[in-house]
């Protein structure tokens, strides 16, 4: 009976990258990790602003990284499945609530 209700599943050890973790951003990601241990083990206020400054190229890096993603990925939807998958993720996202709607008559809804 064991068995049978709980199959053996194969869990993969690699973690799966996002998206947007291009080249570029892993090789600026271990730069700055390459200048914090720079900055830990000399202690010098040079090395420190050196990664601070990396670190926010860093940050603009991946804003603008994301931001090109997911352009990218809602031009390649098609106009049916869009809606769709846009919807989901929004379902999935627990923070995200929607609020009133109102009708073309200009009246609020009282239903979903």
């Known amino acids: 009976a064991?068995?049978?209700s709980c199959t053996e599943q194969y869990i993969s050890s690699k973690a799966r990258?996002?998206?947007w973790e291009?080249?570029?951003v892993r090789e600026a990601k271990n730069e700055i990790?390459?200048?914090l241990r720079r900055a830990r083990n000399t202690k010098?206020?040079?090395d420190w602003e050196d990664l601070r400054s990396h670190q926010a190229d860093y940050k603009?890096?991946?804003?603008s990284a994301r931001t090109t993603t997911w352009k990218?990925?809602?031009s390649e939807m098609d106009a049916k499945s869009n809606s769709k998958k846009i919807s989901s993720i929004i379902k999935n996202n627990k923070t995200t609530q929607l609020g009133t709607v109102r009708n073309p008559n200009g009246k609020?809804?009282?239903s979903p």
């Open 72 to 74: 990218t990925f809602c």
């Open 44 to 46: 010098a206020d040079k």
């Open 2 to 4: 064991f068995a049978a």
């Open 17 to 19: 990258r996002p998206p």
């Open 22 to 24: 291009t080249k570029e």
């Open 60 to 63: 603009k890096l991946v804003k």
């Open 33 to 35: 990790k390459h200048r």
């Open 108 to 110: 609020l809804t009282e």
